[in-house]
């Protein structure tokens, strides 16, 4: 990575307000933590230093990933983890949505999320008017997508509007040693479903709501209640959502390199290069 100077978590600690972080392949994977994250999250916690967790997932309500975080070592209250799932909320509000009839593919929590935001959650047999892609776990694949497949073309055959809402952009995550598919790769396969049967509705897609799009941004610069969004810095492993959300919000943004990115410096566009980059979270390294 020519010409992106490097910088290290004490001097973006000093330099920021309130740190912004990515959770999966920055702080944790699925399996445990990331070298240096508990370190830092405690060096945080004791320093009072206000940070929050903006993740794409939305297959767990923060109370339910903050004891998955506890389980690894990492101490985060729920209050500052913020997920694309909780986006559902501010969208379903604006669009005059509560009260809809919502099949949600996902978890359990990610019913929990359609269903705060003020949806009525029903099964894929049910008739429904909007449909929530929460997570790609959580359900029998096929079947379920199957089953709403075919509701979703009846309804469309008969010229029923119907809400595609899709919390979580990300296509892909560390898992383990390797990759897993995310919650978007489903959305693809309704999409190109939908485009095979509808030619001429190009509308027919999901909207996604959380990075790289900005609603996440904006929440996280509400909760933390900083005049100024220069004093938030976005701290991620991905450029299409961490660094791109960051850029496209007005934010500096830092690309660790202990995650997705296949950091080639003569591979990030000018248009997706962070302001830095640094090698470990581990204050004093
Ligand atoms: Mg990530």
Do not use: W
């Not at 209050?79 to 809809?100: A, C, E, H, P």
């Not at 593919?105 to 909007?130: H, I, K, N, W």
């Not at 509308?203 to 790289?212: A, I, Q, S, W, Y």
């Not at 960051?246 to 248009?271: C, E, K, Q, W, Y």
Request: proline share 6%.
């Amino acid at each position: 990575m020519n010409n992106i100077p490097d910088i290290n978590i004490d001097q973006l600690i000093e330099r920021y307000s309130v740190l912004l972080f990515d959770s999966y392949g920055v702080l944790a994977g699925s399996t445990g933590t990331f070298p240096g994250a508990v370190e830092l999250i405690n060096h945080l916690n004791r320093i009072q230093k206000p940070y929050f967790i903006l993740t794409n997932d939305a297959s767990a309500l923060p109370g339910t990933r903050s004891d998955k975080y506890a389980a690894f070592g990492l101490t985060v209250s729920p209050d500052k983890i913020i997920t694309s799932g909780s986006l559902l909320k501010g969208y379903f509000r604006v669009k005059g949505l509560q009260g809809s009839r919502c099949v949600v593919l996902g978890t359990e929590d990610s019913a929990r999320y359609a269903e705060e935001a003020g949806a009525v959650v029903v099964g894929p047999q049910d008739e429904f008017d909007t449909v929530v892609i929460g997570d790609q776990s959580g359900f029998p694949f096929v079947e379920t997508v199957d089953a709403v497949m075919t509701a979703l073309f009846r309804r469309l055959d008969r010229h029923e509007h119907t809400n595609l809402v899709m919390p979580n952009p990300d296509l892909i995550y560390p898992e383990g040693d390797g990759f897993g598919m995310a919650s978007a790769s489903v959305g693809l396969i309704f999409e190109a479903a939908l485009n095979l049967r509808y030619p001429d509705r190009p509308d027919l897609c999901f909207t996604r709501l959380g990075k790289p799009h900005s609603a996440i941004f904006e929440e996280a610069h509400r909760r933390a209640g900083t005049p100024s969004i220069r004093d938030l810095v976005m701290i991620g492993d991905q450029l299409e959502t961490d660094i791109r959300g960051a850029i496209d919000f007005g934010i500096d943004s830092v690309l660790v390199d202990t995650g997705i990115t296949n950091a080639d410096a003569r591979n990030i566009p000018d248009g997706l290069r962070p302001t830095y980059r640094m090698h470990s979270l581990a204050p004093g390294t």
